[in-house]
C-alpha cells in the first residue's frame, strides 16, 4: 500500500470536520460554550502569541487528555463546550481535531487557516512568555 500524504490526511480529515474560517472563529471568541485550543509547540506560542485565553493543549497529549481512563485526562474535555483547534497553518490542527471527532469528542472543528489566518484577519492576539523555572 503506498503511503499517503500528510496533503491527502488533510483533505480527508477536512472532509469530515467541521472547519471554520478565521473570520468567523474571531466572532466566536469570548462565547462561553467554545474553547479554543492551541495545539502548536510551546516555542511557536512564545515567538508568535496565541488566540486569547485558548487553552494549549500539547498536541503529543491531546489523545491522552482527552481519554477519561487515561491518567492524564482533563475534565474540560467533559464538558461538553465546543472545541476549536487551531495550529499555525491549520494541517495539525486537522489531524489533531479528526482524532479528537474519532475519540468522541463533540462538537469539535478546527481554524480553516490556523493561527497565522487568525492573524491575517485582525484576530487579537494574545503574548506568551516563558514561565520561570
Known amino acids: 500500500m503506498p503511503i499517503k500524504s500528510t496533503k491527502e490526511m488533510v483533505a480527508a480529515a477536512n472532509a469530515e470536520l467541521e472547519v471554520i474560517p478565521a473570520e468567523t472563529a474571531i ?31 500539547p498536541r503529543g497529549m491531546l489523545e491522552f487528555w482527552i481519554d477519561p481512563t487515561s491518567p492524564y ?3 474540560e474535555f467533559q464538558s461538553g463546550k465546543k472545541f476549536v483547534l487551531y495550529c499555525a497553518g491549520g ?3 486537522a489531524l489533531a481535531a479528526k482524532v479528537a471527532q474519532d475519540m468522541g469528542l463533540s462538537p469539535v472543528a478546527h481554524i480553516e487557516t490556523g493561527f497565522g489566518g487568525w492573524k491575517k484577519a485582525g484576530g487579537p492576539v494574545e503574548e506568551i512568555k516563558p514561565k520561570e523555572r
Open 73 to 75: 485526562a482533563k475534565e
Open 27 to 57: 466572532e466566536m471568541l469570548g462565547a462561553e460554550d467554545v474553547v479554543f485550543v492551541d495545539i502548536r509547540d510551546v516555542r511557536e506560542r512564545w515567538r508568535d502569541g496565541a488566540v486569547p485565553g485558548a487553552w494549549h493543549v
Open 91 to 93: 494541517m495539525r490542527s
